[in-house]
């Protein structure tokens, strides 16, 4: 009985680290290009575009293998002479406009846009009525 207990126990310890894949990493994912100005070029956008693991960091930041893997796909696409511009247009047709920190406007993210816009209204209008009433 002890046993299995120390088994189980064992078991949900090791978990995280049986969690780890065993795939190699992809091969330009932590690496620089070696031209400067496509690595910012691919740096910019990697700061745009959301992990899809991690959801509240970009893929510049991520830890995920993921992430890393679209690290490569950007400064590989970056190297071959692609731009930023249609590699995001690519992302986004694949994974849908979430992967981008800048959503466009559109029917499905206009409450986005607009209920921040709606609330500081809001708050102007209680702001004035209780000035008002101070007076």
Do not use: H
């Not at 466009?104 to 816009?117: C, F, G, K």
């Amino acid at each position: 009985m002890i046993r299995r207990i120390a088994l189980v126990a064992l078991l949900a310890i090791a978990q995280p680290a049986l969690a780890d894949s065993l795939m190699p990493q992809a091969p330009l994912a932590n690496t620089q290009l070696a031209d400067p100005v496509k690595e910012a070029a691919a740096q910019e956008l990697m700061l745009s575009i959301r992990c899809l693991v991690c959801q509240g960091q970009s893929i510049a930041d991520s830890d995920a293998e993921m992430a890393a893997d679209m690290r490569s796909l950007i400064r590989t696409r970056v190297q071959a002479g692609e731009r930023p511009e249609a590699i995001r247009s690519w992302l986004v047709e694949r994974y849908g406009n979430w992967v981008t920190y800048d959503p466009p406007l559109d029917m499905a993210t206009a409450p986005l846009w607009i209920a921040p816009l709606l609330l500081l209204g809001f708050g102007l209008f209680l702001a004035r009525g209780r000035f008002r009433r101070r007076r």
